[in-house]
């Protein structure tokens, strides 16, 4: 028998408190199915990868981004099946980053716990929680408030039953790798896609599937899925951009259709962004292909690039 959004709210909260976060600890419960449609469940808190914990530690901010992997993105990545389709259960209301990691992962509900709501992000951040509200909505998925103890649900978030699903503005390329991954041939490729797609921003990884098969994935950066350009004055008012970076695209498109990450064969066409190269880190990632390090957003990633190549985090190939 399935369990009951109330229980799996539960599962994120019982773990909450082994979050390391001294004043912020989120959790997220994933719950969705694999490719033999068996079901899965998997907890995660938010969390410093072990990598910049062990070199930098916990106070230093990378390229003004903070150093931890959202409890979201940590189990979108860690899934165990495809996570199109699944559900994700918050302790807390998701940032806007993580909502957008989360629509292109194709989660279908989002459930929050309605104590997440006396907390900081939803008390003194209620802009960026509105954007959160908007970009779930513009992207189809409802989002619930959890009431565990009276085992009610609120919806915050209502989606039309004749609405249109939205997809990419440029569809990302997937197709299988012939023969064992070679970094000279995975190089070619994602420079080739680079050309072919004419792409400002955009990156390449190699993915495996359940049985083995390497899958290369190339998807360029552009508005999360749900926006436009028009769409724009959504986040004036926040920090927070409607972009969705491509190496993080590329790490959600990998999760939604169960493909595990190649660490060895990533590639992107300019230097990422402090919040990439954070979630690159978090996923395993030590050596990243850059087809151009004079580009990148703004000076962030550069200031990021240099603290984890000093630190022998990342390697630049």
């Not at 004036?236 to 190496?247: A, I, R």
């Amino acid at each position: 028998m399935a369990l009951s959004p109330f229980k799996l709210m539960q599962q994120a909260v019982d773990i909450v408190q082994l979050s390391q976060h001294p004043t912020h600890p989120i959790a997220a419960t994933l719950a969705g199915r694999d490719e033999n449609d068996e079901p899965y469940i998997i907890s995660k808190t938010n969390t410093w990868p072990r990598a910049i914990d062990d070199a930098l530690g916990r106070e230093i901010k990378i390229g003004g981004s903070s150093p931890t992997i959202h409890a979201e993105v940590a189990a979108i990545l860690a899934a165990p099946g495809k996570t199109e389709g699944a559900e994700i259960f918050v302790t807390d209301p998701p940032c806007p980053n993580c909502a957008k990691n989360i629509i292109e992962a194709g989660i279908s509900a989002v459930y929050i716990d309605h104590k997440g709501f006396g907390k900081r992000f939803a008390t003194e951040r209620e802009k960026d929680l509105k954007l959160t509200y908007a970009l779930f909505k513009d992207a189809g998925i409802p989002v619930f408030e959890v009431f565990r103890e009276k085992e009610e649900l609120k919806q915050l978030v209502k989606i039309k039953k004749d609405f249109a699903q939205p997809t990419y503005d440029r569809a990302p390329l997937i197709r299988p790798v012939n023969g064992e991954p070679r970094i000279s041939e995975f190089l070619r490729d994602a420079v080739t896609f680079r050309q072919e797609y004419n792409a400002e921003s955009c990156a390449a990884i190699i993915a495996h599937s359940p049985s083995g098969e390497a899958q290369f994935i190339g998807c360029e950066g552009g508005n999360v899925i749900g926006q436009t350009r028009d769409s724009r004055k959504k986040s004036d008012s926040t920090k927070y951009s409607l972009n969705m970076e491509p190496l993080n695209r590329a790490f959600m498109i990998a999760a939604r259709y169960g493909l595990k990450l190649d660490p060895d064969y990533v590639f992107t066409c300019r230097v990422p962004t402090p919040r990439e190269m954070v979630n690159s880190v978090g996923a395993g990632v030590r050596d990243i292909l850059i087809d151009d390090c004079e580009q990148g957003r703004d000076e962030r990633s550069f200031e990021a690039l240099e603290v984890l190549q000093e630190a022998d985090i990342l390697t630049v190939r």
